[in-house]
Every structure is written in C-alpha cells, then in structure tokens.
C-alpha cells in the first residue's frame, strides 16, 4: 500500500467488541502508569485522593517518516534561533517593548518588558537563560499536494505534556504488543512506534542548568497536570540526584527572598522539612506565568521580578517568554531576518547556517502579517492607525478571512479568532489595538483521517469515532548566554496531540484535544 493512502484509511476497521476491549485495556494502561489528570480544582482535597485518565486517542496517527525526521533536525537550529533572539535586547525591545512594541498596546506584556527593563538597568547577576521548548506543526496538504510540515507556534514557557507524551507513546506501543490491534492494518508493526523519551530529555536541560541545592518549579494552584510535571521530579531525583521544591507565585510572596549580598534565591521552609528553615535554588522552573490572570496584584509581578533578580537560572527568562510572542513569529518571516540570526558569518562564526539551512526552516513556515500594517504588509500603516480608518492589514484580513486565524499575544489556548469570526470581531477592536495582533494563513490538514477518542467522564466514556487533525511537537532545550557565546542544545522527545476536525483550537488542558502518538509510514 502507498504511504499517501494510509492517511485516508485510518483508522483501521475494527469490530464493537475489539473496540470496546482496546479501550478497557488503554483506560486501565493510563490509570497503571500515571496518565492521569487531578479532577477540577473545588474537588482537589490537599492531598490527591483521586484522578481521571488524561483524553486518549485509541490509535497512534500515521505521520511520514521523512517529516517526523525533519522537525526533529530543525529542532536544533530552532533551539539556538530563540536562543540568539533572547539574547538580542535591541531586538526584543523593537519587537515587543513597552515604548514602540507589542507591550505598548498589551498591557501584559508592557508589564514584563518594563519590569525586564528594570532589572537590566540595576544589572543582572545571573547571564545564563535556560529554555525548554516545544516546537509545534500540522500536516499541510492542501488538494493534490504531498503533504508538509507547518509550524503552528513555538512555545518557550510551561511547555506541557512532555511526561503524558511520553506515556502516551507507551500506550500505543503497548496496545500493539498486548493485542496487535486485531491485525485491523498491516502498518501496525512495532518499527514503526518511534521512541518516545522527553522526560529524561527535559530533565537533561534542567540537569545542565542546576547547581546549588535545589530546583524550584513554580506551578499554579489546583494544578490538575500534576502528573505531567512530577515525572520530570522522579527523573531528577533518580537520574541527577536533584531534589526540587514545588511553589505558587502567592507562597513564593512569603518564602522567597534574596541573600542581600550573593543575591542567591533562598526559599524558607518549615525547620521541621529542613534544619536551615530555607533552601537555597540554583534553576527556577516556570510551569506558571504564562497568563494575566496569573498575575492579579502588582505582588504577583514583584514576585516574578524576584525570581530574575536573583543569581538562579530562569527557565525561561522573561527575555525567552517574550521570545515566544506570536509576534516574534510573524517577525521571523520578514525578509532578512532570519539572515540577521543565523547567517551573519561576522557575527555567528563557526555556528552560521547555510541557505539551505534557512530554506528548510522557511518552509515548515505559513503566511503572516501585523494587523496593523500598511500595503507592503510589513510596516505598520500609521496614518491608519491614528486616524482609526482601516489600513491594508485589516481589509487584506477581512478579504480572506475564511482561510485566515488571528492571534493575540496570549498563551495556553482559546485566544485565537478563526475564519468566519474574523470580520466582526475586526468591526469592535479598538485600532490602536491592531499592533498586538497577527494574522496567520491556515494550515490546511489532510483529510480522510480518524481515531478513536476516549475521555474521562460524561458521554464521551466510550471510545468516540470522528475525523481528526493531529498536532505534532518537538520538544527541545538550550543553556546559553554566557561569555563565549556558546549555546547547550538537545533535542528532547515529541507529542501528538489529536483533535476533532471541527474544532479549530486545538489543546489538552482546554479540552479540545487528546493526547496521541505517532506511527510512522
Ligand atoms: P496557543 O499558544 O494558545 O496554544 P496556538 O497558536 O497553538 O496558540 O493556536 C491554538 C490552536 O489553534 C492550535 O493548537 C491549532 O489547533 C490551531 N491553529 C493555530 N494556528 C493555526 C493555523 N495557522 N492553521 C490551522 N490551525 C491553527
Ligand atoms: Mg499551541
Ligand atoms: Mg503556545
């Protein structure tokens, strides 16, 4: 059979019953194993008594061997790309600074730049940035097309489902060999489940970072993920003998502070958890911090801006969270500027890549525009701006709205406006607004694929057979900053993430989504 024709025949047939066994099997598999979520946060007691399974697809998706293989190479050059770009101060406060930037119309991100801005004119003691990153693509085929990659975003903060991913990986590979899915496809062979191991690959990058007495993972409360995030704790402790304390930004208000002289980051604790009454943190772990709503009282901020201060490494910096602006993305795509990162041979020396290099990146990219630009679709229109008409970046917007999504400068689902949406929400928001916006061309995926979705709960509770477009991420870490200009990168593993076709957002924690793995053709 051709690879192509897989696609549109998946899943393979299968009878009720098998169904009904596989997901008796999946369900158990996920509750045994950890691939789990805490129920709602009002029913959380403070220790964990009970948990549901995480949202499964019964199948792994079929994905070209030769695409898998590439988002993978990328990674690295992505890895030291954001790299360079959190390390180029003039670049980000252009990009997303609070005087011309992005953070001059959103208030968020205006916050985080001027504190960044802050710190950096009392001087920062701390050079290192530690990123760990998730790179994430769709399958673009639109009619008689061979199918590509497509970058959807990248993430360079609380970057999710490294531990579940991995487990989910486990799952499918555990289906095959327990019943080999009934024999429904003659793809389902074990060569084709690649391995899956992000956590000891995320786990590397917090290693590399680390050296004082502990880790700090700063995490929200009523956290329901918690089973995505402990994993890379045992690995730690069990691989690298690190020891991690786990903190919300309002305990850190109270625990957190900085030794007056070293500016060491000390966390104080009960005497009876710890004779000193505090730990000493080399590496702070952000799983938290994402959002606004995170950040409710100036507190909350100060808070953020303690943990920069300090000589722990910051993982991400606020250089690297701004990095990961869509904005930053849609940058990425103008003329020269990937040059200005990676192929300025005066600058990058040995570490400069070749056109080749550039083309491949370019092509995992979609088109994107600011919505506040004029007829070059680069510059922003300021006569429009001002005078509240509509430049070109708003008409060309409406013009093509249906095959278009614009996106905020927001992380962690449900921010972006889609399709038919586009023309009236274009109608309400204020023009001065336009700047903080991106308008992206929409990744066509292939059509003809299906799964079995199983989720926790409600109607849903048996396995559920829809059409479905599944996302891939390529999880990766770098440590840089220091004087030689080196940077530390790895890649570290992958995700699947597999939605209906209807829904346009995709996401586990917001529920669209479930997760998946990959089985290569
Ligand atoms: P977030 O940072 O909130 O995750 P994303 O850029 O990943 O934002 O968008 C959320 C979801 O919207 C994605 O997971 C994907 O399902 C869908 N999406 C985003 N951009 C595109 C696009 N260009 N084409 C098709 N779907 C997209
Ligand atoms: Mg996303
Ligand atoms: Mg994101």
């Not at 062979?189 to 680390?210: K, M, S, Y």
């Amino acid at each position: 059979m051709a690879p192509a024709s897989v696609l549109s025949e998946w899943p393979p047939k299968l009878t009720e019953a098998q169904v009904h066994e596989l997901t008796l099997l999946a369900t158990s598999y996920a509750f045994s194993t950890g691939l789990l979520y805490l129920p709602p946060a009002k029913q959380q007691p403070p220790i964990p008594e009970s948990a549901i399974h995480a949202p499964l697809a019964l199948f792994p998706s079929p994905l070209p061997r030769r695409l898998f293989e590439q988002a993978q190479r990328i990674q690295h050059i992505y890895n030291i790309l954001y790299a360079r770009i959190a390390l180029d101060e003039e670049f980000l406060d252009r990009i997303m600074g609070a005087e011309n930037g992005v953070g001059k119309v959103d208030d968020f991100i205006g916050q985080l730049w001027t504190g960044w801005r802050q710190l950096r004119d009392e001087g920062l003691v701390q050079p290192l940035h530690l990123g760990l990153f998730r790179s994430d693509y769709l399958l673009h085929a639109p009619p008689d097309q061979a199918p590509t990659l497509k970058q959807v975003e990248f993430n360079t903060i609380s970057v999710s489902f490294g531990a579940l991913s991995e487990r989910t990986a486990g799952l499918h590979r555990y289906l095959q060999a327990a019943t080999q899915y009934y024999n429904s496809s003659p793809h389902i062979r074990p060569e084709n489940f690649p391995a899956n191991d992000t956590v000891a690959g995320l786990v590397e990058g917090l290693a590399a970072a680390h050296k004082a007495s502990r880790i700090l993972f700063v995490v929200q409360p009523g956290e329901r993920n918690v089973f995505d995030q402990r994993p890379l704790e045992y690995k730690l402790l069990e691989r690298h003998s690190i020891h991690i304390i786990r903190q919300t930004f309002d305990e850190l208000a109270h625990s957190a502070s900085l030794d007056p002289e070293t500016r060491v980051l000390r966390i104080s604790v009960s005497p009876d958890l710890h004779p000193d009454g505090f730990f000493e943190i080399s590496t702070v772990y952000f799983r938290a911090g994402y959002a606004p709503s995170e950040y409710l009282t100036p507190v909350h901020y100060q808070t953020r801006f303690l943990l920069e201060r300090s000589r722990a490494i910051n993982c991400p910096t606020i250089a690297l969270q701004l990095a990961g602006g869509k904005k930053v993305q849609e940058v990425l795509t103008q003329p020269g500027v990937l040059e200005h990162f990676l192929s300025d041979e005066a600058r990058w020396g040995k570490a400069t890549f070749g056109p080749q290099e550039l083309d491949e990146l370019r092509q995992s990219f979609m088109g994107m525009w600011g919505l506040d630009v004029g007829k070059d679709l680069l510059t922003p229109d300021h006569d429009a701006l001002e005078s509240g008409k509509e430049g070109f970046g708003v008409s060309r917007a409406r013009e093509l709205a249906l095959s278009l999504v614009l996106k905020p400068q927001r992380e962690g689902g449900g921010n972006n406006v889609y399709k038919d949406s586009i023309p009236s929400f274009l109608d309400t928001l204020p023009p001065k607004e336009r700047q903080s916006w991106i308008v992206m061309e929409l990744i066509v995926p292939p059509n003809g694929t299906g799964n079995y979705l199983i989720r926790a709960g409600g109607a849903n509770q048996a396995a559920l057979k829809v059409d479905v477009v599944s996302e891939l991420g390529i999880f990766g870490w770098a440590l840089f900053g220091g004087k030689d200009e080196d940077i530390t990168e790895k890649g570290a593993g992958w995700l699947v993430r597999t939605k209906g076709k209807d829904s346009d957002e995709g996401g586990v924690a917001t529920g669209f989504s479930v997760l998946d793995s990959v089985l290569l053709q």
